[in-house]
């Protein structure tokens, strides 16, 4: 079974301040992790995956297999930031893979 | 640049009536995916489809529901009977490949259902 948990519901910083959305997942095989936002009235979109190893608007997540984690982390927030960020899961053995979803939490940046 | 796009963007329904959620994926793209998500929690995933077959489905994809590529281009989800816990926002995805590691899901705006 996945299973994908996101305990912080609602996390509001300060611009400038440093923000980290906490992810942790369950899975017994080999996992790909991923992180989608989710801007004000848009639509869900892919922000980085962990295969990838990307920094994208200056968000890094890292694995962390021992601690089954994928924290997704911003050293300066912004306030085009606030958006709901969902972590997701997807089993790297089988094709087709669905993606399970955390509950998500709302970034807010404030001013 | 190319996007999924979903019709209609709301749905009122009475219970018990049949619903048809519609889907164009992008159009190179090879494995469809219907997720809902009920108002306050998770998305969830509901089926995969590939090369006119389901290839993935989750308990929630009982037999009042089923999924259907009827051309070259839509793809749609059919509930058939609907039940007040059916409301809920239904998001359609596409990828150009299955495997996760080259599995990024392209997601619709969604698809809000209400059942009356």
């Known amino acids: 079974a996945q299973r994908v948990t996101q305990p912080e519901k609602l996390l509001s910083v300060f611009k400038g301040a440093p923000v980290e959305l906490k992810c942790n997942y369950s899975?017994?095989?080999?996992?790909?992790l991923f992180w989608y936002v989710q801007y004000s009235r848009q639509r869900l979109q892919l922000l980085l995956r962990h295969i990838s190893r990307e920094s994208i608007k200056g968000f890094t997540a890292d694995l962390n297999k021992g601690e089954t984690s994928f924290h997704l982390k911003k050293p300066f927030a912004q306030e085009e930031d606030s958006a709901m960020y969902y972590c997701?899961?997807?089993?790297?053995?089988?094709?087709?893979?669905?993606?399970?979803f955390g509950e998500g939490t709302q970034l807010t940046v404030n001013p | 640049e190319p996007e999924v796009t979903q019709t209609p963007s709301h749905q009122v329904t009475q219970m018990g009536q049949e619903v048809i959620l519609r889907c164009v994926p992008i159009s190179n793209h090879l494995y469809f995916y219907w997720y809902r998500q009920i108002l306050g929690q998770k998305v969830e995933f509901l089926v995969s489809f590939y090369n006119n077959e389901i290839s993935e489905k989750s308990e929630i994809f009982d037999d009042q529901f089923s999924v259907e590529r009827p051309d070259g281009s839509n793809f749609t989800l059919k509930i058939r009977s609907t039940k007040l816990e059916d409301s809920a926002m239904y998001f359609c995805?596409?990828?150009?490949?299955?495997?996760?590691?080259?599995?990024?899901?392209?997601f619709g705006p969604g698809t809000r259902l209400t059942v009356l």
């Open positions: 899975y017994s095989g080999s996992p790909e």
């Open positions: 997701a899961l997807s089993g790297l053995e089988t094709s087709g893979s669905r993606l399970t």
């Open positions: 995805a596409s990828s150009l490949w299955g495997r996760a590691e080259h599995n990024e899901q392209f």
